[in-house]
């Protein structure tokens, strides 16, 4: 099955700087790459999601970036924000009719201090 | 967005009771639904894969007969933990996938057995 590593497990950054999350996954047909925000006491919420026929894609303060040679995906968020204080998560998907099923990363405890 | 639901929030039960944990796509459709398991400072694990009008598939190591799920509608999810002990107690979220691959959280219950 698919195995999905995520570092570091924690990221402290000043206010401003950059964050970069790193993924590697095992299973070559995985095809969708999705990264969830997760606060304390509530459930994943997605941010971002790439797909493999696709090598980055951007969203405001947030890009992610696929290399499906290597079989890793990061996360990068710009201009930090304490409000970008959370755990982040990481998850690798097959195709629909492999079952879809999410994989996670162990999460990434993100701490921006003002 | 697409959004999800869960009810309750939080509970808190006496060993041997059975808790139901309803999981609801309130915009959308959802013919898959998956049920998660999050112990503290720790990732998701997948539970079961529901589909709606059919028998759930249960991960390995999951008791089907302690946790039982039921998909009734294309909307609503229930998850009941059975003849519950300590050991049960954690975070369960659920996720509704609404196109392909994509997957949306709900806010998590958090179930507490004394």
């Known amino acids: 099955g698919e195995n999905v590593e995520q570092h570091p497990s924690t990221l402290s950054v000043q206010e401003g700087d950059s964050a970069v999350i790193k993924c590697t996954y095992s299973d070559s047909a995985s095809n969708y790459f999705p990264w969830y925000k997760q606060e304390l006491g509530k459930g994943p919420q997605l941010i971002i999601d790439?797909?493999?026929?696709?090598g980055e894609k951007k969203d405001q303060r947030i890009a992610v970036t696929l290399n499906k040679t290597a079989k890793h995906f990061s996360l990068h968020i710009t201009e930090t924000q304490p409000e970008d204080s959370a755990v982040y998560f990481c998850?690798?998907?097959?195709?629909?009719?492999?079952?879809?099923?999410?994989?996670f990363g162990g999460g990434t405890r993100v701490l921006v201090k003002p | 967005g697409a959004v999800v639901s869960q009810h309750p929030s939080r509970v808190i039960c006496k060993s041997g009771t059975s808790v139901k944990i309803e999981c609801r796509s309130l915009?959308?459709?959802?013919?898959?639904m998956f049920w998660y398991r999050q112990f503290p400072k720790q990732s998701l694990m997948l539970m079961a894969t529901s589909n709606e009008g059919s028998k759930a598939t249960y991960e390995q190591g999951v008791e089907k007969d302690k946790f039982l799920i039921n998909h009734a509608s294309l909307t609503l999810s229930t998850l009941t933990v059975t003849s519950a002990h300590p050991e049960d107690s954690s975070f369960y979220i659920c996720?509704?996938?609404?196109?392909?691959?994509?997957?949306?959280f709900g806010p998590g219950t958090r179930l507490t057995v004394l």
């Open positions: 790439i797909r493999s026929n696709v």
């Open positions: 915009d959308f459709q959802a013919t898959t």
């Open positions: 998850a690798a998907s097959p195709p629909k009719a492999a079952g879809n099923k999410l994989t």
């Open positions: 996720s509704a996938r609404e196109r392909a691959n994509e997957q949306f």
